[in-house]
C-alpha cells in the first residue's frame, strides 16, 4: 500500500511539472525577456529555477506526504486497541470459552489482539510465562511500528543537506561563469546561480521541518497506544494470576490425549 502511494505521489508530481513549467529558454531576444519578466509564475520561480535538485527534494515531500497518509490510516486506536476487540475478548474470557478466545485473537489485526494471543498460547507454561510472551511481543511490534515511521525521520534529516548540497552547488556555478568570463558576469547570471542556491535551500527546510514534526507526533502517538495496549492486555489477562485459571486455558490450548489402555483391559 505504501509503495502504491509513493508511485503515484511520484507520478502526479511529474505530471504537473510536465504541465506546469514553461521553460524561457524556448523564446529569443528582447521578446523573450518581457515575456519571461510579465509571464513568471511562482511555480517557475520556486521549482525551475532551483533546478535538477528543486526537483528531487520536492519528490522526497512527495514521499513524506505518502507516508504520512499511510500513517494516519495504521497507527491509530483502531487498529491497535480497538475498543469492540478489547470488549469481545474479555467476554470470551469471562465465559472461559478459552479456545474461541484463542482463534478469536488469532484472526485479530490489531497489535492488541497479535499481543493477547501470544499471552494466551503461551498459558500451558503458567502465568509469569504469559507475561513474559505479552511483553516480548509488545516490544516487537512496538518496535516495528517505530522502524516503520523512521523514514519521515530519514527524509527530515537528509532535506536540509540535499539543500545545502544544492547552495554549493549554485555557488561552483556563479565563480565559474566568474573565472569564465574574467569578470563579474551579468545580473541574470548572477540571479539564475543564486537562485539555485537560495531555492535549493528553501525547499530542503520546507521538507525537513514538517518530516520532522509529523515524525515526532507519530512517535507520541506510538508511545500512548502502544501502553493503552499493555494496559489492555494487562487488564484481560489479570485473571489467570491468582484464580488459577492459567490451568484451564492450558488445557483447553493444547490437544488432549487419551490415557493409555491396561494390558488386561
Not at 61 to 81: F, K, N, Y
Not at 116 to 140: I, K, Q, S, W, Y
Amino acid at each position: 500500500m505504501v509503495r502504491r502511494l509513493i508511485s503515484l505521489s511520484a507520478l502526479l508530481v511529474f505530471a504537473v511539472v510536465l504541465i506546469g513549467v514553461r521553460p524561457a529558454w524556448s523564446q529569443s531576444g528582447a521578446s523573450a525577456d518581457a515575456a519571461v519578466a510579465e509571464n513568471l509564475k511562482y511555480f517557475d520561480f520556486f521549482v525551475v529555477k532551483g533546478g535538477w535538485i528543486a526537483y528531487f527534494i520536492i519528490i522526497l515531500s512527495v514521499v513524506a506526504m505518502a507516508l504520512t497518509i499511510e500513517h494516519c490510516l495504521s497507527i491509530r486506536r483502531a487498529t491497535i486497541v480497538p475498543g469492540e476487540a478489547a470488549v469481545r475478548a474479555q467476554q470470551l474470557i469471562d465465559e472461559k470459552k478459552y479456545l474461541e478466545a484463542i482463534q478469536f485473537t488469532a484472526e485479530d489485526p490489531s497489535m492488541m489482539g497479535y499481543v493477547l494471543n501470544a499471552g494466551l498460547l503461551d498459558a500451558a507454561n503458567g502465568f509469569a510465562a504469559m507475561e513474559r510472551a505479552v511483553e516480548e511481543t509488545l516490544d516487537e511490534r512496538s518496535a516495528r511500528l517505530f522502524r516503520k515511521i523512521e523514514f519521515l525521520n530519514i527524509i527530515g534529516n537528509v532535506s536540509p543537506m540535499i539543500g545545502l548540497f544544492g547552495t554549493v552547488y549554485g555557488m561552483i556555478l556563479l565563480f565559474a561563469e566568474i573565472h569564465a568570463a574574467g569578470a563579474l558576469p551579468g545580473a541574470r547570471v548572477v540571479a539564475d546561480r543564486m537562485a539555485i542556491a537560495l531555492i535549493t535551500t528553501f525547499w530542503g527546510l520546507a521538507v525537513a521541518i514538517p518530516s520532522l514534526s509529523i515524525y515526532a507526533v507519530f512517535r507520541n502517538r506510538i508511545d500512548v497506544l502502544t501502553a493503552e495496549c499493555a494496559l489492555a492486555v494487562d487488564r484481560i489477562l489479570n485473571v489467570f494470576g491468582p484464580t488459577g485459571a492459567t490451568t484451564d486455558v492450558a488445557a483447553a490450548s493444547t490437544p488432549s490425549i487419551p490415557p493409555p489402555e491396561t494390558a488386561g483391559a
